[in-house]
């Protein structure tokens, strides 16, 4: 029982860092687009709805693959 315990605080602490991270790239989307709105209106794929979303996860993972590949500290 020990083992599934700590296996199901894993599987929680998982889901609360990716709300977390989340919640930070949805915030830093908001932020960018008060900044960038006339801009991102004028281009495709940058909406406020849905875009600017997709765009600025899409950024956030792509630095987390290149970081994959870095030795040391993450």
């Known amino acids: 029982m020990d083992e599934q315990q700590q296996a199901d605080k894993l599987t929680s602490d998982d889901q609360t860092m990716r709300d977390t991270r989340q919640n930070q790239l949805n915030a830093l989307?908001?932020?960018?687009?008060?900044?960038?709105?006339?801009?991102?209106?004028?281009?495709?794929?940058?909406?406020?709805?849905?875009?600017?979303?997709?765009?600025?996860?899409a950024a956030a993972n792509d630095g987390n693959e290149r970081a994959d590949g870095i030795a040391g500290d993450q």
């Open 29 to 57: 989307a908001k932020q960018w687009y008060s900044a960038n709105s006339g801009w991102a209106d004028s281009h495709t794929g940058y909406s406020y709805e849905d875009g600017m979303y997709k765009q600025i996860a």
